[in-house]
């Protein structure tokens, strides 16, 4: 049976540093990947309009300087094609593919305690054996995407597409009656797109959405020069800020500032584009007067550019603005204001079913030749709990994290029962309240450095404490309780997935913060962890 030091669950951003770090210490590792390419989120989620909403040149790896200066990025944003070649640069120039086995997945992992070896197990049949079993899955996964339970799916003759498993051949919507159902970044970047050419586009909308225009633009070359001269002033201050983007919060309360100085603080930010504008303040996501002023701001923008009054008031959000994930768009509001485009609001007359023509609610049938579901993902759990993982005692991931609704991780990096068992960005870290490829250099670096550790003091096996692990959950419960975000359902409580058992899995400490928690316990000799 081959046999590994580690063994790595997927390909994007986190699996190809694990398996680049891991392999610079001279551990032989394997890298096992579902697609038939590398590059994880980026690799599947292909709809029209995809595009990441952090800017290009902090939304890359910043270890290498040589990585940096030999790629360019194209414009502020990258599209999802620019991504993935950037990914593959990366395969390539770190010569990584001789270590990654693509299609191929990985159905079981089961610890192994008599010999302190983790059995893995391939839907192909093979078994490896490894001493460290890494996932990175990433938080929101093609393979836990979120598709609503509509009933009658089955007898609708039309076409339908998931924007996280979008085709990889064109997909057509010239002359076609399109109906988009959700509203998330998916929906809110592909209905411009899909309206440039659709006859007809109906967005199926539940939850009125905020969004901030991206202001995207084209890399000039000086832009690009000047982003490269910065990478090690950008990645210091990523590495401190609160969201792993190069900014920090404005050490003032949008209280402290008269209402015509906010305007000016509001529009000046609108104007330059971005996540900025929830940096603008230091209390939007804690003080609810606070962040009144912000989410009366973009509202009164979103009646600005939406012409029909009626249809602007039914596209104003009700919730603290940036509770849910912000959303950065292009021509999105705009997009209303086209004959063909409408909105349909299944908040009052819900989706009831589908017909074999199409999509029929509470009050009515719209005939479609096409659905898109820009409906998300099962976020956080889904991607760790599609595989059977199980630990020391026989005990399983599923069971012991009852499905979803009692997820204990000690640093979201490890949870107890489950030794040599590491998750990069797992539930209980900053994970997607941050720029990810920052969160994922945090934790790629910090269990390279405690696999060195645990190598040089000759250790078989490490495990998250379980009365840290309790501390841990209890403490990160306690900083999402002081926040706003407590007031709104969204995926990052897994709310949108029907029958999910609500739980908030992100660390809001912040980025910088929660690198001295991670320091802390390197340093201590990772005292919230047995060592056997
Ligand atoms: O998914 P979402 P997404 N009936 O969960 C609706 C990242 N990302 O793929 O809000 C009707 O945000 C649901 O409605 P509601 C980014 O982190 C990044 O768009 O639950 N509607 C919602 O409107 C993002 O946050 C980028 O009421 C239903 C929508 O579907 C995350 O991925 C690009 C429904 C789902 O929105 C997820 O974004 C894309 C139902 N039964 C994604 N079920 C960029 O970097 C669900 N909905 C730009």
Not at 439 to 456: C, K, N, P, T
Request: charged share 20%; aromatic share 14%.
């Amino acid at each position: 049976m081959p046999s590994y030091d580690a063994i790595i669950v997927g390909a994007g951003f986190s699996g190809m540093y694990m398996l680049y770090r891991l392999r610079e210490r001279g551990l032989r590792v394997r890298v096992f990947e579902k697609g038939a390419g590398v590059g994880g989120a980026w690799y599947w989620s292909r709809y029209p309009g995809a595009r990441c909403d952090s800017e290009s040149h902090t939304y890359n790896f910043t270890f290498s300087e040589t990585l940096y200066e030999e790629w360019s990025w194209r414009s502020r944003y990258p599209t999802q094609p620019e991504i993935l070649e950037y990914l593959n640069f990366v395969a390539d120039r770190l010569q990584l593919r001789e270590d990654i086995e693509l299609q191929t997945e990985i159905s079981a992992a089961h610890f192994d305690e008599e010999v302190s070896q983790w059995r893995v197990y391939l839907q192909d049949g093979r078994q490896l054996t490894c001493k460290y079993f890494i996932t990175a899955v990433g938080c929101l996964s093609a393979h836990a995407k979120n598709i609503p339970q509509i009933s009658g799916y089955n007898q609708y003759k039309g076409e339908s597409y998931h924007t996280g498993t979008w085709p990889h051949g064109e997909v057509d919507f010239r002359g076609k009656k399109v109906g988009i159902i959700g509203n998330g970044s998916s929906g809110i970047q592909s209905l411009p797109v899909i309206a440039e050419t659709a006859a007809e586009v109906y967005s199926f909308q539940r939850t009125p959405q905020y969004a901030i225009p991206a202001q995207n633009h084209p890399y000039t070359e000086e832009e690009i020069k000047e982003y490269k001269a910065n990478r090690l002033d950008t990645r210091n201050k990523m590495f401190q800020s609160h969201t792993g983007y190069p900014f920090f919060s404005r050490p003032i309360s949008a209280l402290e500032e008269n209402q015509f100085k906010r305007q000016e603080v509001y529009e000046t930010a609108w104007n330059k584009g971005g996540f900025e504008i929830s940096a603008t303040y230091n209390d939007l996501l804690l003080n609810e007067s606070s962040n009144e002023t912000l989410s009366q701001f973009v509202k009164d923008k979103i009646k600005q550019v939406v012409k029909d009054q009626t249809l602007a008031e039914k596209l104003l959000p009700t919730y603290p603005i940036a509770t849910k994930r912000l959303v950065l768009d292009t021509n999105y509001y705009e997009t209303f204001n086209l004959p063909h485009v409408h909105f349909v609001n299944v908040k009052t007359a819900p989706i009831t079913q589908f017909s074999e023509n199409g999509i029929c609610t509470a009050d009515k049938e719209y005939p479609l030749d096409m659905v898109v579901f820009a409906t998300g993902y099962d976020g956080m759990t889904g991607p760790l709990l599609n595989m059977d993982i199980k630990g020391r005692g026989g005990e399983s991931l599923k069971e012991k994290w009852e499905h979803g609704a009692n997820v204990s991780t000690y640093l979201g990096v490890a949870t107890n029962l489950f030794p040599n068992m590491f998750m990069i960005t797992g539930p209980q870290s900053p994970s997607v309240a941050t720029n990810m490829p920052t969160s994922i250099e945090q934790h790629v670096d910090w269990i390279d450095r405690f696999i060195a550790y645990i190598e040089a003091e000759g250790l078989e096996m490490v495990e998250a404490n379980a009365q840290q692990e309790e501390e841990w959950r209890i403490h990160c419960e306690e900083v999402y309780r002081k926040t706003l975000y407590s007031k709104t359902p969204s995926w990052y409580s897994g709310a949108n997935v029907e029958g999910k058992p609500e739980a908030f899995l992100i660390y809001l400490g912040g980025l910088g913060p929660y690198g001295k928690i991670l320091e802390n316990c390197a340093t201590s000799e990772y005292s919230g962890f047995d060592q056997y």
